[in-house]
């Protein structure tokens, strides 16, 4: 079957740098996305990587392995809005996302 | 900015009853997705389509039908509402140019069925 882990929370400091792992077993690969969503609201797109290393965007990084079927979310500097839930949703053979359930990430003054 | 309108926030409905989860998007985007967020669970797709008047069944069809009579509207119909569709219901829509198009989501309809 298909499978997307995250953790279910994750707490971190104001000002810290947090990494948000993700680890896939899909049928097929054709890129992993990042969403982030806040309570009662609608997830955003934040990344997209579909080959491996690094690909950074502002504060936030997004990392992928795929001999691993691995990817994370750095998160630097953190800001009290970065409070959300992290969404990792994989790209299989056909086109369809599959989804994790959601890591979210509590921040602390 | 892409927008995304779900018709209601929150829905209260009662078993047996039709509902109609309405989404217009506004960005000529050709695919539209229905999906359900149920808590320590994934997103799960209920329907999606590619084209006007065309739908394809996700991984969780059974008891909803959707139609899709204009390009920028998509419904979600619970023909006979049960408790076990109480959940968060989100929208989505895609530009179909490249495979790897992000989505755009609603901000969600809570439907609870008592």
């Known amino acids: 079957g298909q499978n997307i882990d995250q953790p279910t929370e994750m707490t971190a400091t104001e000002g810290a740098i947090v990494q948000i792992n993700c680890t896939y077993q899909t049928s097929g690969f054709n890129g992993l996305f990042w969403y982030q969503q806040h309570a009662g609201e609608a997830p955003t797109f934040l990344s997209y990587n579909v080959l491996d290393g690094l690909e950074e965007k502002g504060r936030f990084s997004s990392f992928l392995s795929r001999s691993k079927g691995y990817s994370y979310l750095l998160l630097k500097e953190l800001q009290m809005k970065d409070s959300a839930s992290y969404l990792c949703a994989v790209m299989d053979s056909n086109y369809q996302l599959i989804w994790g359930a959601g890591t979210k990430l509590i921040i602390k003054p | 900015d892409v927008k995304v309108t779900q018709s209601s926030r929150y829905l209260v409905k009662r078993t047996g009853e039709k509902v109609f989860l309405e989404c217009v998007q506004d960005?000529?985007?050709?695919?539209m997705f229905w999906y359900r967020q149920d808590p320590g669970l994934g997103l799960r797709l209920i329907y999606f389509?590619?084209?006007?008047?065309?739908?394809e069944k996700g991984d969780i069809p059974e008891g909803y039908s959707v139609s899709r009579e204009k390009k920028e509207r998509f419904s979600l119909i619970l023909e006979s509402a049960s408790t076990n569709q109480t959940s968060m219901y989100l929208c989505a829509s895609s530009s179909a140019t490249a495979h790897n198009s992000p989505l755009h989501f609603g901000n969600g309809t809570r439907l609870t069925v008592t």
């Open positions: 389509s590619y084209d006007v008047k065309m739908k």
């Open positions: 960005m000529d985007h050709e695919n």
